[in-house]
T-cell receptor
Framework: AQSVTQPDIHITVSEGASLELRCNYS??????LFWYVQSPGQGLQLLLK??????LVQGIKGFEAEFKRSQSSFNLRKPSVHWSDAAEYFC???????????FGTGTRLKVLA | NAGVTQTPKFRVLKTGQSMTLLCAQD?????MYWYRQDPGMGLRLIHY???????AKGEVPDGYNVSRLKKQNFLLGLESAAPSQTSVYFC???????????FGPGTRLTVL
């Protein structure tokens, strides 16, 4: 069965530090992969997505993610975190042909001033 | 262009009561989804629809029913609410040929 694992429930970084959020998936074929961000009390907003092609994808707000097939990973990165990046981040896999998403359990990011 | 809207934003029910959550989208999307979000469990798909008049079960459909009578609306019903249905409910929609989902702001439901 398909699954998405975000091993870090909470991450705390200082403002200006680099960030990497981990995401591993279990899926038989090449997946469609997504990162969403959720601010407190809000819905989810798409940061970036990977369908095919270049394995390094750029998103909004200065985020990027790299698809590594050999590691079944799609880690999210940002070189310099801003206080406004404090939020919860969700990785998701789309099940090809069904348009259904499988979400990870989320990583809550705290940013220290 | 309002995107995806949800009504109501908050609701408190007593066990056994019924209610309907309304989701509306103005992007002419074919696909619509209902999720529930619980702490430590991410988002779980309740039901989804691939077009007007069609619905399908997701991961956690028990206790919920849905209808898609109009393309722009997707209703989620709770016939007899239970405390286990206390959650935040999100609606989402997407194009038929693009997998990006657009989310509504959520409905926080408490069942006492």
């Amino acid at each position: 069965a398909q699954s998405v694992t975000q091993p870090d429930i909470h991450i705390t970084v200082s403002e200006g530090a680099s960030l990497e959020l981990r995401c591993n998936y279990s899926y038989g074929a090449t997946p469609y992969l997504f990162w969403y961000v959720q601010s407190p009390g809000q819905g989810l907003q798409l940061l970036l997505k990977y369908f095919s092609g270049d394995t390094l994808v750029q998103g909004i707000k200065g985020f990027e993610a790299e698809f590594k097939r050999s590691q079944s990973s799609f880690n999210l990165r940002k070189p310099s975190v801003h206080w406004s990046d404090a939020a919860e981040y969700f990785c998701a896999v789309c099940v090809s042909g069904t348009y259904k998403y499988i979400f990870g359990t989320g990583t809550r990011l705290k940013v220290l001033a | 262009n309002a995107g995806v809207t949800q009504t109501p934003k908050f609701r408190v029910l007593k066990t056994g009561q019924s209610m309907t959550l309304l989701c509306a989208q103005d992007m002419n999307h074919e696909y619509m989804y209902w999720y529930r979000q619980d702490p430590g469990m991410g988002l779980r798909l309740i039901h989804y629809s691939v077009g007007e008049g069609t619905t399908a079960k997701g991961e956690v459909p028990d206790g919920y029913n849905v209808s898609r009578l109009k393309k722009q609306n997707f209703l989620l019903g709770l016939e007899s609410a239970a405390p286990s249905q206390t959650s935040v409910y999100f609606c989402a929609s997407s194009y038929q040929t693009d997998y990006e989902q657009f989310f509504g702001p959520g409905t926080r439901l408490t069942v006492l």
